[in-house]
T-cell receptor, first 114, second 113 residues
Framework: NAGVTQTPKFQVLKTGQSMTLQCAQDMNHEYMSWYRQDPGMGLRLIHYSVGAGITDQGEVPNGYNVSRSTTEDFPLRLLSAAPSQTSVYFC?????????????FGPGTRLTVT | AQSVTQLGSHVSVSEGALVLLRCNYSSSVPPYLFWYVQYPNQGLQLLLKYTSAATLVKGINGFEAEFKKSETSFHLTKPSAHMSDAAEYFCAVSETGAQKLVFGQGTRLTINP
């Protein structure tokens, strides 16, 4: 299993540009989520999904859009990039129920908005 | 609302010394608690988790944590630090299992030779 994969690893955008961060998992997990990591603030939940066709907002959803058309993929869209969105973005997945009680994290995408 | 406070953004210990990283949480329901480790330029890896079974939880790499409800704490310890333990450590809480984690701000652990 590849686990959780994210592309690209690095990205530089200009203010106002849009882009999609890709996330895929091959563990047949129902739950997927996006976090952003900023220095001194830990990780904060952006959006999450409990299954194909179902998404919901987390703590910091503004400026981001998600969709979940398949179990495997959960892309994160930046609609109009702003310098405040400079961050490291992590995708994670887990089973919704069961005893595993663990989220598996991808390697991250480092985004810089100039 | 859930929240996590990690006391000390930086902790420095000597190789072979005790490692103690502090985590306090707030939750309106019995919580699920986690410690994750992040090595430079990598994602997060689960160290250990508390899911209402034993209050003393053993994890990977010799780490353990004790859930103390009366103190709302879940401190991470390791008896003897290794150079390879240098990393950033995150405590997280959830009211719904493994989902919708709320993270602390992180503690960077430095090991001195």
């Amino acid at each position: 299993n590849a686990g959780v994969t994210q592309t690209p690893k690095f990205q530089v955008l200009k203010t106002g540009q849009s882009m999609t961060l890709q996330c895929a998992q091959d563990m047949n997990h129902e739950y997927m989520s996006w976090y952003r990591q900023d220095p001194g603030m830990g990780l904060r939940l952006i959006h999450y999904s409990v299954g194909a066709g179902i998404t919901d907002q987390g703590e910091v959803p503004n400026g981001y859009n998600v969709s979940r058309s398949t179990t495997e993929d959960f892309p994160l869209r930046l609609l109009s990039a702003a310098p405040s969105q400079t961050s490291v973005y992590f995708c994670a997945s887990s089973r919704v129920a069961g005893e595993s009680y663990e989220q598996y994290f991808g390697p991250g995408t480092r985004l810089t908005v100039t | 609302a859930q929240s996590v406070t990690q006391l000390g953004s930086h902790v420095s210990v000597s190789e072979g010394a005790l490692v103690l990283l502090r985590c306090n949480y707030s939750s309106s329901v019995p919580p699920y608690l986690f410690w994750y480790v992040q090595y430079p330029n990598q994602g997060l890896q689960l160290l250990l988790k508390y899911t209402s079974a034993a209050t003393l939880v053993k994890g990977i790499n010799g780490f353990e944590a004790e859930f103390k409800k009366s103190e709302t704490s879940f401190h991470l310890t390791k008896p003897s630090a290794h150079m390879s333990d240098a990393a950033e450590y995150f405590c997280a809480v959830s009211e719904t299992g493994a989902q919708k984690l709320v993270f602390g701000q992180g503690t960077r652990l430095t090991i001195n030779p």
